[in-house]
């Protein structure tokens, strides 16, 4: 229906904000945004059933967060109630402490951090339902394809599995066999694993006849190390900003430029080791109009929660502690939220399957 | 196109060699068929023209081998892979994307062609294999002849001289094995590809091809010509080639239209119906059912496979399931096993509902072999097999010599199932459950995959098995063997019984269920090439 890029941006956009901010008016507001954009655009897709599973695990990982953040918090001025409390110390460190003071301010930011958790999984159930997942790959660097590809296949396997585990089951059932032990697994297990063995032999030489494995490409060892020098150098710049970031959080400016530039530096290493590799993409994807317009609206609304981020991190972040208050909305901040829902306004009437 | 010189080898960890001193010349623009009994090589000759063998098996090999003037010992599959388009038996386990037009390109990325390039190539395979309709569809939707058609146009792409198929049809029903043959016919006269394929059910192939290959088993001299000198000599051939050895016919018919012309000039005797009297196969009227189905009614993921199937079996009767795939019939053998329970409606075994007895002791009484012997054998020998099945029954470990002798299993009884050949392996799975020595007899399609012998050795085996007064169900598109061993078919459709009849009535009324001797005389006095040569002879 877009472009994959397209939806690239999109998940960006919807996951910026999901992530940075704990304020429960805008992360509803995204919720509900999401909603919209599955409802209408997703639900055909026969990758749709997995929706269902990643809310289920939301509601799980909130729910645990809320009763982690009331349990452990003990800050905040209105108490709901004093619970015996419990304190397990190591030496002078209290590596546990639960129950006490149990504040209405933890109960609300358990469920504000809940509430992004619950943003965060839909966004990914989402993308994961409106994108082609191979077209997504093939945006993979070159040297990572091949172990994407192989990832994919590996999960490709696991349905393959279980619908061969249910034809084992029966057979077995029709034999007598009656589960009782752990011994009597052996019949359902060994069959399992020999057929998924001679499926997996089969698929690799069908992959080694169509000339799967012919890497080529740069492959002097000194260059190898330069490389993973960088990608290592990269990857600690971007460890030290988050960290700049966690000290200095009324200042952002540095860690977000050292951040950029470490992003910058592994970008470039990924494309010049991607050059040695001889093996090219088929990417047969239209951009249509309506491709750039969601992409410009995503990359407006990008810009816009970056900015307020960086200049004005008050009002992304909601913070109820010490004593609740009302929190801020923006409308700006508002209507870069909404941006989540253009897809659902430009794409075509819906005639032709998801997958078109 | 294709050389090969004195080439013999052998897999690892095995002494005797698979194929030994093989010399071959194969020229450009021919239609190969390869035949041969399960187990004398057929496989391993093909994968060495794309240098799988010894690549991929590792092993000892002596000999030497050009194709398309490349030397596949040198360069490996991979090296091969733009001479060589190579396909295999089994339509699920050769993709790697989901989508028909990701899965096309696969072979080209790997050769890092340029986009625009792979674009044009893709759109001329589309065509070639006429599946353009199909392009933006999930692999997973797809019918078997479907899969079977990507998967020769997945190897097309990269432009190959050869195209090498290993057993393409064999998983298939005759539709869609029809479809693949008829696609792989027109590349041959159209595009000039060679082609090489090993095929079990000949009476569809060997029409098309120029020559035939016979390998006859390690030891012994393979024998190539055209298919009617090769089929005048090999014991393996389908039953209009039998008929016409039988009576003589001279030169040789191989298709059905060639054989009406030495049928009308036969002269049979019309008015004796002899053979439908003495006929054996007949609804002994009367006796009481053992399994009773009573208007029954199955839905799954809201389709519903079943509607209202009305079926009565009793003992010492043959029946033949058929119909297309979908039709519900592993679905109505699954509720006789009672591994479904109808939503509607009753399964009764000797007047008892399946409804409340468990899988476990129906199974005791009901011997179900599922289509794929795979997810039943895991012991190390056959013999711990049968052991297996016994013990879950509760029964003495002995006694199962009967089942190995009318199964040709003795000498393997101490051998890993796994390692079977095909056919060797649908035995083992069929010993597994007959050793209890159930009273009904279900089979999901008992021949795919089986040659000539095996499945006249089944026939035989199924026939025997009756006169000892057991109900035997079987599931299949396999025709001939119908012809030869069923007393009754029902015809499926939808989901309901469209035709149920004795066997002999059914099948010379349909035009798609009729065996090759039916559609030769068009006479319901002859099913199987035995029924004309007694008429005949008499």
Redo the contacts between chains.
Sequence with gaps: MYHTLTWMLWLTMALLPAMLTRNPLYLAILLVAVAVAYSTMGRRSTMASSWGLFLKAGLMLASFSILFNLLTVHYGETVILTLPRLTLRVGPVALLDLGGKTTMESLVYGMTSGLSLVAILLIFATFNVLVDHHRLLRFVPSFLYQTGMIASIAIAFVPQMVSSLRDIREAQAIRGHRFRGIRDLLPLFVPLLTTGLERAVQLAESMEARGFGNVGGDRSRARQLVYRLLIACSLFGLLVAAFAYGYWSDSPWASALLGSASLMLLAGTVTAMGRGAKRSRYRHELWRSRDTLVSAVSVVSILVIALFWLLDTDTLFFYPYPRLSWPDFNPLIGAALLAVVTPVLTAPQMRRSASD | MIELRDVTYSYPETEAPVLRDLSLNISEGEFLLVIGASGSGKSTLLRCL?G?VPH?YGGRFRGSIRVAGRDPLALG??G???A???V?Q?P????????V??EL???????????AL??KR?EEALDQISIAHLR?R?ISTLSGGEKQRV?IG??LT?QPKILVLDEPTSQLDPQAAEEVLTTLQKLNTDLGLTIVLSEHRLERVVQYADRVLYLPGPGQDPLLGSPRDVLAQVDLMPPLVRLARELQWEPLPLTIKEGRRFAKSLNLPTTVSDVRNGDQRRRRPGHDSVIEVRDVWFSYNGHEALKGINLSVGPGELVALMGRNGSGKTTLL?HL?G?LRPDRGHVDLWGESTKCQE??TI??R???V?Q?P??????DTLRAELD??LR???LPTTGYQDVLESLHLSPFIESYP?DLSGGERQRAALA??LV?DPDVILLDEPTRGLDYYQKQSLSDFLSQKRAAGKAVIMSTHDVELVARCADRVVILGEGQVVVDGPAREVMSNSMVFASQVNKLFRDDRFLTVEDVLKVAAG
Excluded: C, W
């Design positions: 794309n799988l991929f599959p991979r091969m892979s733009s060589v388009g190579f295999l089994d699920e386990s050769q993709f790697v994307v989901d989508s037009e990701d390109a696969f072979a080209m990325e790997n050769h890092n062609l340029e986009p792979m674009r893709i933006h999930k998967a997945a190897v990269l699954k096993v591994l899988v476990q199974a005791r009901v011997g179900y599922p794929d795979g997810s039943l054998l895991f012991a297996f099945t879950s029954h509760k796994r597994a459950i209890a």
